[in-house]
């Protein structure tokens, strides 16, 4: 079974930084295709951004250009560099596999407010 450790969320203002970090417990990570995710209040779960066994990158419109994921496959870890936040980057993120698997971890929040 596939675990996933999210962290690195807080309260930002407008137009500040995030670094997200996610923890995968699985074999074979280095073949794993991975992607963040996230969940606003009242909304269904969307991708972000997805990072390839080899390294390519793909990201949602809404957040190309100030979203950055990226990977360290020694360490089993994914990154989010969020920058330029936007109040509707608010929500609860996700990292897991891409396409998702049905476990998920128990995100992390990610509030974008003055």
């Known amino acids: 079974q596939v675990q996933f450790v999210e962290s690195g969320g807080g309260l930002v203002q407008p137009g500040g930084s995030l670094r997200l970090s996610c923890a995968i417990s699985?074999?074979?990570?280095?073949?794993?295709?991975m992607g963040w995710y996230r969940q606003g209040l009242g909304k269904e779960r969307e991708v972000v951004a997805g990072?390839?066994?080899?390294?390519?990158?793909d990201y949602a419109d809404s957040v190309k250009g100030r979203f950055a994921i990226s990977r360290d496959n020694a360490k089993k870890m994914v990154y989010l560099q969020m920058n330029s936040l936007k109040v509707e980057d608010t929500a609860v993120y996700y990292c897991?596999?891409?396409?998702?698997?049905?476990?998920w971890g128990q995100g992390t929040q990610v509030t974008v407010s003055s």
């Open positions: 897991n596999l891409s396409p998702n698997t049905k476990y």
């Open positions: 699985v074999n074979d990570f280095t073949l794993l295709n």
């Open positions: 990072i390839t066994s080899d390294g390519y990158t």
